[in-house]
């Protein structure tokens, strides 16, 4: 069974930054691409960033530069830093793990950027 378990969320001010942690079991984590995405009220879900299994990474036009998504395949856990914070970064912020077009998804973690 599938497990992402999100945190590092929290209240910051416009210009912060915080570092989001997502911890996998129940996969073999070095196999599947992770990602970040986020959604603020009343907007879909939108992709931040993603990391394949070779590290390779791919970023929203709206964070390029002031995100950075890494992987530490012996702790099974997927990063994400934040840096420039700004209001309309304000979001719950999804885990995802991808492996053969089968989505997982923890649960959350919401970011809130006001001053």
């Known amino acids: 069974q599938v497990q992402l378990v999100e945190s590092g969320g929290g209240l910051v001010q416009p210009g912060g930054s915080l570092r989001l942690s997502c911890a996998a079991s129940?996969?073999?984590?070095?196999?599947?691409?992770m990602g970040w995405y986020r959604q603020a009220p009343g907007k879909q879900r939108e992709l931040v960033a993603t990391?394949?299994?070779?590290?390779?990474?791919n970023y929203a036009d709206s964070v390029k530069g002031r995100f950075t998504i890494s992987r530490d395949n012996a702790r099974n856990t997927v990063y994400l830093q934040m840096n420039s914070l700004k209001p309309e970064d304000t979001a719950v912020y999804y885990c995802?793990?991808?492996?053969?077009?089968?989505?997982?998804w923890g649960r959350g973690t919401q970011v809130a950027v006001s001053s």
């Open positions: 995802n793990a991808n492996r053969s077009s089968r989505d997982s």
């Open positions: 129940g996969i073999i984590f070095r196999l599947y691409a």
């Open positions: 990391i394949t299994s070779g590290g390779i990474t």
